[in-house]
Each structure stands twice: as structure tokens, then as C-alpha cells.
């Protein structure tokens, strides 16, 4: 069975979105302490599981047509936008390490849709 | 409440993980996140027949497929499965926990064989190796 291509965009849309999530929680994250409220007044934490939710749905929407094998490891391309929101937004630097595993997770990604058929 | 106020002050933060406390829970979050992947997969085969557009047209519509069993029980296992990566990436190396993360792939692309019957060729063995070799690397520390 071939994965059609709208199932592989609905991933990828939803590792887009789920990117943000993360940024949300890793900010809300930073204020949680002792006391349970922080944890549940907490409206970065409550953003970011609202974006989880939503890029799940994307993503249950994205492999309701198509293999695992293949959508599954696709999400590893939302990485490429979290190292970038991370820079922008929490200001943690770029390194080697960064960009030699992202080129290897797009290079995986491409031989993942030559074995797409 | 409180006998001892000596022992707790506002600033104490909760409790850590030891670094092979972390390496153990990562562990058994990827095995909850590759059995949330099949579950999403199972409850998502249902919907193979319907478009776009019907499946998220109605607020109502997006609620019965957050209870759907199998999804509901993936959303569960996904749910529980992020919040203790969260704490264990809090409290470990990164540099060690990203290479045990990335073995959800490993899982997911064994279940799928084995339980929904996929393909496997060599490009998509090779991808997947690919992108496991690049989920770890992107945890290692700063080299020289």
C-alpha cells in the first residue's frame, strides 16, 4: 500500500503545530513548583497541550489513509522548526551537533519516501 | 500540616530524578508512545472513508473521535507518556536520553509489521535508521 502524499502534508502539519506545543510546555514547564497550582493555573502548560491536542488530530487525520512505517517517523520533521523556535524564542544557540542530526532526519525522510511505494 | 518547616521552604524545588531514574523512564515512554502510535492507528483505520472536512466539520464531531476507545486509550498513554518524558528530560542528560527516545521508532516500525501486516523495503529500513541516527545525534553535547 502506497501512503498518499495529503497523509504525508497532514503530518507534517501536524508536527508544524505540535512544535509550538512545545515551546508552550517547555515555557510553562520552567514555572511549575511544590505547590499544585502552579501546575494548574498555569496557561502556557493549558496552551500547549490545547496545540498537542490539535496536532494530534492532524495526525490521526494524516494516518487514517497510509502506513505507520512511513507517517510515523515524518513527525521526527518537527524537530527542524522546534530547534528553530527554541532559538528564537529561548534563545538556546544553534550547533554542529544540531545541524548534522537534522540534515541526517531530512536525509532519513527523503529515503523514506523513495520507500514509499 | 507542615511539622517540620525547617526541612521545606518555598524555594525547594520538587522532587529530581537520578540519571539512571530518568534513563529507565524515558525508556518506558517510548514504549507508552509507540503503543499510543498503534492505538492512533487503529482508531484512525475507522476513519480511512471519510473526507477532510467531515471529520473535523463539527465540534461534536471532534469530541466523539477524542472518546473513541482506541484513540481515547491513546490520547491516555500519549498523555501520561509526555508528562513523565518531561520530567525525566528535566532531570537527565540530554545527550543519553535522546538516543533512548528515538527508540520509539524502532518500536513503532516493528508493531506496524507485525500487527497491521506493512511493507518493509530497504529505503524505508535505511530512513528509519537514518532518522534514528539524527534524533540521537541532536541531543549530544557541544563537541570540540
Given at each position: 500500500m502506497t501512503t498518499p502524499f495529503s497523509s504525508i502534508l497532514l503530518v507534517f502539519a501536524a508536527a508544524f503545530v505540535g512544535s509550538f506545543g512545545s515551546v508552550f510546555l517547555k515555557a510553562g514547564a520552567g514555572r511549575l513548583h511544590r505547590n499544585p497550582l502552579t501546575l494548574?493555573?498555569?496557561?502556557?502548560?493549558?496552551?500547549?497541550?490545547?496545540?498537542?491536542?490539535?496536532?494530534?488530530?492532524l495526525f490521526i487525520a494524516g494516518i487514517r489513509r497510509g502506513e505507520l512505517t512511513i507517517l510515523y517517523p515524518m513527525v521526527s520533521l518537527g524537530y527542524i522548526f522546534t530547534l528553530l523556535w527554541s532559538r528564537l524564542f529561548f534563545g538556546e544557540p544553534f550547533t554542529r551537533n544540531k545541524f548534522f542530526g537534522l540534515g541526517l532526519i531530512l536525509a532519513g525522510i527523503v529515503l523514506l519516501s523513495l520507500g514509499n511505494r | 500540616m507542615n511539622h517540620h518547616p525547617?526541612?521545606?521552604?518555598p524555594e525547594r524545588p520538587s522532587f529530581r530524578f537520578t540519571q539512571r531514574q530518568?534513563?529507565?523512564?524515558?525508556?518506558?515512554?517510548?514504549?507508552?508512545?509507540?503503543?499510543?502510535?498503534?492505538l492512533f492507528?487503529?482508531?484512525?483505520?475507522?476513519?480511512?472513508g471519510m473526507a477532510l472536512g467531515s471529520l473535523?466539520?463539527?465540534?461534536?464531531?471532534?469530541?466523539?473521535?477524542?472518546l473513541d476507545p482506541p484513540l481515547f486509550a491513546g490520547y491516555c498513554l500519549y498523555g501520561l507518556s509526555t508528562i513523565l518524558l518531561t520530567l525525566a528530560?528535566?532531570?537527565?542528560?540530554?545527550?543519553?536520553?535522546?538516543p533512548v527516545i528515538s527508540l520509539t521508532y524502532v518500536?513503532?516500525?516493528v508493531l506496524s509489521v507485525l500487527i497491521f501486516k506493512e511493507s518493509m523495503n530497504a529505503f524505508k529500513l535505511a530512513g528509519i535508521t537514518v532518522i534514528v541516527l539524527g534524533v540521537a545525534v541532536l541531543g549530544r553535547k557541544p563537541g570540540r
Open positions: 494548574l493555573l498555569n496557561w502556557r502548560l493549558a496552551v500547549g497541550v490545547a496545540l498537542f491536542v490539535a496536532s494530534s488530530l | 525547617a526541612t521545606v521552604s530518568a534513563i529507565a523512564l524515558v525508556f518506558v515512554c517510548t514504549i507508552f508512545g509507540a503503543a499510543a502510535q498503534i492507528k487503529f482508531g484512525a483505520n475507522d476513519l480511512a473535523f466539520g463539527h465540534p461534536l464531531q471532534i469530541l466523539r473521535l477524542l528530560l528535566r532531570d537527565g542528560e540530554l545527550s543519553i536520553l535522546y518500536w513503532v516500525t
